[in-house]
C-alpha cells in the first residue's frame, strides 16, 4: 500500500514552532514564580491606592509646549 506522504518543513518551521514552544513555556514559569512569591508575601498588585493620600494635579505645560491659537 502507498501511504500519503507527510510534507516535509523547512528548518525555520521548525524553528518557529519550537521558539513559540519555548516562549509559552517561559511565560508560564514566570506567571508560576511570580505567584509563589507574591503568595510568599501575602500582598497583591498592584496595591490598593490609600484613602488619605491626595492625589496631585497634573503639573501645567511647558512654553514649548503650549500651542498659539
Known sequence: MNEPQIPLRSLA???A???DEGREWTRRRLQQKLQEQTDRAGRVFP???KADVARTPPAPA???QRRRR
Open 13 to 15: 518551521q521548525i524553528e
Open 17 to 19: 514552532e519550537v521558539l
Open 47 to 49: 496595591p490598593k491606592p
Open 62 to 64: 511647558s512654553a514649548h
